[in-house]
């Protein structure tokens, strides 16, 4: 009878750890204390995880992220000059030890993603960098990235959601802009929309656009800046301090995809520049959490998430851990796509076992 109990336990135990997490990862808004569930996981580790890689990522976008390549001529670019978006323009400068997630990488600089903004214009084109998720399936959720901005002049450095010009969420920081002698340091919030289309795509001159202040140099070290799209709101923050938030029919109405950018076209009123020198902005992580509008992810969700009150089925996502992922903890992501196994690490158990049932919640959430 005592080893019938003892399996008995030993079955509910594992059933209850290889649960961690199946039915998503939540929030909660800091104004009114209103959780959000997320069914779904993207976490891109850039200091050890190499997207310029093709033969590790088994193709063009293998890890869930792609290089991009197109130009812009100076008209649809709206400024003095176009912009020539290319893949050398994208550097993955990655440390070797994954124990380890800052410091210099063997390509100089910060380890992480460059975004390099040439200075040599070529053929009216400034060289430019922007990166994408190879999905467009990226509905309402919760989108995080570790970023160190150039203190180049005449650029701007972008992190954003994105579906066309007029469902589109900005995080922007324009270089000229800073001033570190006053220590003022803007960043540009945007919600571009079918206003800012009929203002000439200058989203400064409707209710969707905030300028903040932020209180540290964006430049001397990574910070954290954070979108909450949810279905009613867009919530950003900075080092998970709230800066503004945003209602009203400028808030996106579909899925998109994921973009960090950095460019220049001269634009006086905007990017300024081009940069006298080139200009390197450097993204460590993006971790995104995230409900699908995939009709498959849908029915994976269905399929595993059996008991939303169980045990650590939600996970709470931590503020600000620069270091914590879930796809590196065994048995957090399940049912979902991770791509740390393919550059080489394996997913690991925490050492802190405290820790894990922290970031545990037992608790039903808001609906998706």
Known sequence: MASFRILTLLFVFFNLVLADCECGYSIIT??????????????????????????????????????QEFNMSSVVARGPYGE????????????????????????GGDAGLKLVVGSEIKKGMVPCADVSTT?????????????????VPGTCS???????????????????????????FPVNLVLQ????????????????????????DPTTDFHEYRIDFLPDRVLFYADAQLLTEMKGTGVPSTPGNLQVSHWSNGNMGWSQGPPKTDATTVVSYVKAYFNS???????????????????????TIPDRNTTYFFGNV???TPNQTTY?????????????????AAIATSTWVVGL
Not at 85 to 106: K, M, R, W, Y
Not at 142 to 149: D, E, H, P, S
Not at 340 to 355: D, I, K, M, V, Y
Request: charged residues 25%; proline residues 5%.
């Open 30 to 67: 800091p104004s009114d204390d209103k959780r959000y569930v997320f069914t779904d996981i993207l976490e891109s580790d850039f200091v050890h995880l190499d997207i310029t890689d093709t033969d590790k990522a088994k193709g063009y976008g293998g890890f869930g992220w792609a290089p």
């Open 340 to 356: 740390h196994e393919n550059n080489g690490r394996r997913a690991r158990r925490w050492q802190s076992l405290p820790f894990a």
């Open 293 to 315: 509008s995939s009709e498959a992810r849908q029915k994976d969700y269905t399929l595993r998430c059996k008991d939303p009150s169980a045990p650590m089925a939600v996970c």
């Open 135 to 151: 999905d467009v399936h990226y509905y309402h959720g919760t989108f995080r990235a570790g970023i160190k901005v150039t203190d």
């Open 158 to 184: 972008a992190f954003f959601w994105y579906m066309n010009d007029t469902q589109e969420i900005d995080i922007e920081f324009l270089s000229a802009e800073f001033n570190k002698s006053n220590n003022t």
């Open 330 to 332: 065994a048995n957090m």
């Open 84 to 107: 020539a978006f290319t893949p050398q323009n994208v550097i993955s400068n990655n440390i070797a030890d994954e124990q380890v997630f800052s410091g210099l990488g063997p390509r």
């Open 193 to 216: 929309s079918e206003e800012s289309k009929n203002n000439g795509f200058d989203a400064s001159k409707t209710g969707d656009f905030k300028k903040i202040h932020l209180p540290f």
